[in-house]
């Protein structure tokens, strides 16, 4: 029992119906039943509680906690009754369903019964007819095999085709090389003789060379398109992605075309809608074919009139599921003539290789019909498609879509990679032409030609006396690898192409020798890896069959690689201490260094070999990933983004120090300097030490120059 004396005021009031008054004394009381409390009664006075109130309290509390046991239990027995109620209640339901199951199981048993009889019968029905089809079975079996048979004899003939295609593509490759070489001589003689340039022709004769040099161009072009269908049979294209700047796509169009539309007395009207985007992400020599094709198309299919080409975006409506393109991320080029047009019976024919409208022996037109199915399907490599809508008499628009975003970076098609040994065409010889070994003297300025077609080597040797250079002419590598060794020539001239050991692979071995990594190295070749010739570090590389005024860029820019003395150098960068340090660096009598601290605050006047850019690293050809294949025009060294090496902390790649050095000599009017991993110093922030061991990777000193003051001052200068 818990009695409190002096209770505070504000603890509890007691009152009645006349009022209310604190009470003086509390007394709680614990109600227990055989140790376990069952409740608990309180109770307030205003006087004190006396002995004998205690005492009551003390013996009634026992008697009330038993009173309230009995009542729990009471109701704990009522709760159990019913309980015990309701599962009666339940096993009488459950026996009924048992005795209801039990009439059921005797009727299934019943009809199981009869089952039985019917499936004996059913049985000896089945065995009969087991015996049946054993008898198909062997059938079948003897037909199985002779399906077999048959499959296996298809998987031949798709292994024998598949083959037939090997076969092909290896001899579209070496008829690449079998055909452009002698047409390669033919072309540059029968140029030289349209020249006429020492005035010993006739007329007659000039007009005569002049035909053969422009069939030799026509048969150049069925043999690119006929090799072109070829590999994109073979899935053997290269996509090598890009930014293409739409409004630099349209000025290539009008000057490109211009003269040509003049001379058929044709407009050409080129338009760029203000929706347009400002470029768009797609492999820009492939775009750029295509839009040749539909363009020369247009033009040579109209009389009258003119050509309209249109970069927009797709018109409203423009049905694009067949290419899964969105409307709203794809750039439109429509081509809209007012030729001859074409029937709609036609429109789909002219996508087929080797058709034409006009495919008699008597049509109009030349061509073979090949440009509009090689335009489709390199389309259809970007993710785009070529669309025509057109009508006889009202002239056609074709209109090629592409995704601005570009291709899925999967998307490119592996063909064979560069620096892997082309198909090997039929064994012959290599022939060797005479030349000027045995004639050198010092101080010579001697070019290495490395050629194994004997006509074209002429050609290169007769050109190298025309501009008073001596000439070495071997048609192996490993014999040009000997001689640029033992002679270290000024320049030297490769085809990749030759017996034996290729020409990617002599490229290697040479730019690994310190004694020949020096000599500027120009490709020329039938094969279409610039790319690679590039990153490899070749100073250019020319595709067979070339004009006369290409073979006389490409030794001017072997002369220009060989005697250029002074390169320039522009330094953007906005931190002081690492531009000071860099100049150091960098700085000697070769090297013209320019500084900027921010954007548009470097010199235009001449554009820089080399650039240096916060967040990019600049090497020469061979050692950048981005430059080479971004080189532009120009025989100055120019400026390469190079690996994809950044500053420490920095997050912007080579790439985008490439695309950052291009929009600074966009925004002051100058050139993009285009021989940018060439000749260019290789120097980085984060790697200085690198430096010293490329400073002298393209030094523009003769090689045997270098030679000798390498004798003097050690290999590290």
């Known amino acids: 029992m818990l009695l409190l004396d002096d209770v505070p005021a504000d603890y509890v009031m007691v009152g009645s119906a006349v009022g209310q008054s604190v009470p003086r004394n509390i007394v709680a009381m614990p109600l227990l039943f055989e140790g376990q409390v069952k409740g608990v009664v309180e109770l307030a006075a205003l006087q004190p509680f006396s002995q004998n109130q205690r005492e009551f309290l003390d013996r009634v509390g026992e008697g009330i906690a038993i009173t309230l046991q009995a009542a729990q239990a009471r109701a704990r027995l009522g709760q159990l009754l019913q309980e015990t109620r309701r599962q009666a209640e339940v096993l009488q339901i459950q026996q009924e369903e048992l005795e209801t199951a039990n009439e059921e199981l005797e009727e299934q048993t019943q009809r199981l019964e009869a089952s039985e009889e019917r499936l004996k019968v059913q049985q000896e029905a089945l065995q009969a007819a087991n015996e049946t089809l054993e008898e198909k079975n062997e059938m079948l079996e003897v037909q199985r095999r002779r399906v077999e048979q048959a499959r296996r004899d298809l ?31 033919l072309l ?7 020249e006429n340039q020492e005035g010993n022709l006739t007329d007659e004769q ?9 069939s030799g161009t026509d048969l150049l072009g069925l043999i690119n398109d006929i090799l072109d269908l070829s590999k994109i049979e073979a899935g053997r294209i290269d996509l090598h992605m890009d930014t293409a700047r739409v409004a630099e796509m349209a000025e290539d169009v009008r000057r490109i075309f211009r003269h040509l539309a ?4 044709l407009t050409l009207e080129v338009r760029v809608a203000a929706a347009a985007p400002e470029a768009i992400a797609t492999d820009v020599g492939r775009c750029e074919q295509i839009i040749r094709n539909l363009v020369s198309n247009a033009i040579k299919f109209t009389e009258t009139g003119g050509v309209t080409v249109t970069f927009g975006p797709p018109a409203p409506g423009c049905d694009l ?10 750039l439109g080029i429509a081509v809209q003539d007012s030729g001859v047009g074409i029937a709609a019976e036609d429109q789909q024919m002219i996508f087929q290789a080797f058709r034409q409208v006009d495919g008699g022996t008597s049509r109009r037109h030349g061509e073979t019909g090949l440009g509009l199915a090689i335009a489709r399907h390199l389309a259809g490599l970007l993710d785009g498609e070529i669309q025509v809508a057109s009508a006889l008499g009202e002239g056609s628009t074709f209109t090629l879509y592409l995704p601005i975003e570009g ?3 999967q998307k490119t098609v592996p063909g064979p990679a560069a620096g892997q040994p082309a198909p090997a065409a039929e064994a012959r010889g290599p022939t060797s032409i005479p030349d000027d070994r045995q004639n050198l003297t010092p101080g010579d300025r001697l070019i290495l030609v490395i050629e194994d077609d004997p006509i074209f080597a002429g050609v290169l040797r007769d050109t190298c006396h025309a501009r008073g250079l001596k000439c070495l002419a071997v048609p192996t590598a490993e014999a040009g690898q000997a001689l640029a060794a033992a002679h270290l020539p000024d320049g030297i001239i490769l085809d990749i192409r030759l017996p034996g050991m290729d020409g990617w692979t002599l490229l290697g071995a040479l730019k690994d020798d310190i004694r020949t990594r020096y000599i ?3 490709v020329i070749s039938v094969e279409e890896a610039a790319t690679e010739s590039l990153r490899k570090g070749a100073i250019a590389h020319a595709i067979k069959p070339l004009s006369r005024q290409a073979l006389e860029q490409a030794f001017t820019r072997i002369e220009e690689t060989a005697t250029q003395q002074t390169r320039r150098v522009l330094i953007v ?16 009598g070769d090297v013209q260094v320019d500084e900027a601290g921010r954007r548009r605050a470097g010199p235009c006047g001449v554009a820089p070999h080399a650039l240096w850019l916060p967040g990019a690293r600049f090497a020469p050809a061979g050692h950048g990933r981005w430059g080479p294949a971004q080189a532009g025009r120009g025989p100055g060294a120019g400026a390469a983004a190079g690996d994809r090496a950044h500053r420490p902390g920095s997050h912007r790649t080579g790439r985008a120090g490439f695309a950052r050095a291009r929009r600074i000599h966009r925004d002051q009017g100058c050139a993009f300097p285009g021989a940018a991993a060439r000749r260019g110093v290789a120097f980085s922030a984060s790697h200085p030490q690198e430096y010293a061991g490329r400073q002298g990777a393209h030094d523009p000193r003769s090689a045997r120059d270098r030679q000798s003051a390498q004798g003097q001052a050690g290999p590290g200068c």
């Open 206 to 214: 000039v007009a005569s060379a002049k035909v053969i040099h422009a």
């Open 188 to 194: 540059l003689l029968a140029q030289g003789l349209a």
């Open 520 to 522: 500027p190295v120009h």
């Open 321 to 330: 599921s067949r290419g899964g393109l969105d409307p709203a991320h794809t």
């Open 573 to 588: 960068e906005d931190d002081e201490a690492v531009r000071c340090k860099v100049k150091q660096l960098i700085g000697n």
């Open 262 to 265: 003049e001379a058929k007395g």
């Open 407 to 409: 291709c899925g970076p």
């Open 155 to 185: 998987e031949a003939k798709a292994a024998e085709l598949a083959q037939a295609s090997d076969y092909k593509s290896q001899f579209l490759a070496n008829m690449s090389h079998e055909l452009r070489s002698p047409l390669n001589s």
